[in-house]
């Protein structure tokens, strides 16, 4: 199964941009779709974006569409979320997430990431 490991997180001012990054390994990275999901305290874990491990087609939730920006390397085994126009409702853990197709639903994903702390000052 794959094994994901997130960086990239921190602190940033609202307008500011971050590159996070998910690192795969134990598994055939190329096959598997890709997402980002976050979890903001008191709230349920929501969907950010995805990717498709084929045709790199790329799915958004509306709240980040037109700033978020996810990509993969999978030479590198390597999937990434470029954050930019942060603002502070931004703020919550992300976890990418490795699943057989691009979807919003938690449960379509097998393997999880420990997350990474994305916190955004106004």
């Known amino acids: 199964q794959e094994q994901l490991v997130e960086s990239g997180g921190g602190l940033v001012q609202a307008g500011g941009s971050l590159r996070l990054s998910c690192a795969a390994s134990?598994?055939?990275?190329?096959?598997?779709?890709m997402a980002w999901f976050r979890q903001a305290p008191g709230k349920e874990r929501e969907f950010v974006a995805a990717i498709s491990w084929s045709r790199g087609n790329t799915y958004y939730a509306d709240s980040v569409k037109g700033r978020f920006t996810i990509s993969r390397d999978n030479a590198k085994n390597t999937a990434y979320l470029q954050m930019n126009s942060l603002k502070p409702e931004d703020t919550a853990v992300y976890y990418c997430?490795?699943?057989?197709?691009?979807?919003?639903?938690?449960?379509?994903?097998?393997?999880w990431g420990q997350g990474t702390q994305v916190t955004v000052s106004s």
């Open positions: 997430a490795a699943g057989r197709y691009p979807a919003t639903r938690i449960s379509s994903y097998a393997a």
């Open positions: 134990g598994g055939t990275f190329s096959s598997y779709a």
